[in-house]
């Protein structure tokens, strides 16, 4: 019987299945993170729908993509910025996601109020809704988010990419959503959340969903 021969530094089938595998692996998850990597949309200036006072509150965010600071408009929106910072001062924003990314006819980065594995987290009461401040929900601000009630925001709240006027108050039957804050650093790391892939998650509400879970890291009052 002929003995096997030995051939040097070839894998065996297996271990060619198997690294092929991990290749095409590896392949998929670059191009599923190409978006972290391409060039940021040019969306012009953000510019803040009203003056921030020098003491106005300030909040970091921390995400894998980077830092954002938000100023808050606590004479402007003193509810919806009091129930912001008893959130933050709680740690509930801590592990929860950025839940929902939209891109027409608005541009938004929606989160507060899902941890991973979209796990609805239980909220306070709503607050009143301050739609009614002059603060526009123009690029670069944060607004609460809320059902169709009126009245209905808790704990969620959404990122302007744009200009997303459309959303502002204009009478009752077209109440508004309330801008309480601006984002002062980090609105490129906004921009780059902006173009995470979505997707809809078939039996659940999450029509926009990021494909990959977005965290926020931790959250912190600086002032």
């Not at 092929?20 to 510019?47: I, M, N, Q, S, V």
């Not at 980077?66 to 606590?74: D, H, M, R």
């Not at 959503?177 to 998650?201: C, K, N, Q, W």
């Not at 078939?202 to 990959?212: F, I, K, L, N, Y």
């Amino acid at each position: 019987m002929m003995a096997e021969s030995h051939v040097p530094n070839r894998p065996s089938f297996r271990a060619a299945a198997a690294i092929a595998a991990l290749l095409l692996f590896a392949g998929a998850c670059d191009g599923r993170t190409a978006w972290k990597r391409e060039p940021l949309p040019d969306y012009g200036p953000a510019l803040a729908p009203a003056p921030i006072p020098e003491d106005a509150p300030r909040v970091r965010l921390q995400t894998e993509l980077g830092e954002v600071v938000i100023a808050l408009y606590a004479e402007r929106a003193p509810a919806s910025t009091a129930n912001f910072l008893e959130y933050v001062a709680a740690g509930f924003y801590e592990g929860t996601l950025f839940h929902r990314v939209t891109r027409t006819p608005m541009i938004v980065v929606q989160g507060g109020g899902f941890s991973t594995g979209l796990v609805d987290k239980p909220t306070r009461p709503p607050v009143p809704n301050e739609a009614v401040n002059g603060l526009s929900n123009l690029r670069g601000t944060v607004a609460m988010a809320r059902s169709d009630a009126v009245d209905s925001a808790t704990s969620q709240f959404f990122f302007n990419v744009i200009d997303n006027t459309m959303l502002d108050h204009v009478d009752a039957n077209r109440y508004g959503y309330a801008v309480f804050g601006f984002v002062i650093e980090g609105m490129e790391v906004i921009d780059r959340l902006s173009m995470t892939p979505t997707h809809a998650i078939p039996g659940s509400p999450h029509r926009d969903a990021p494909v990959d879970e977005l965290v926020i890291e931790s959250i912190r009052r600086e002032r």
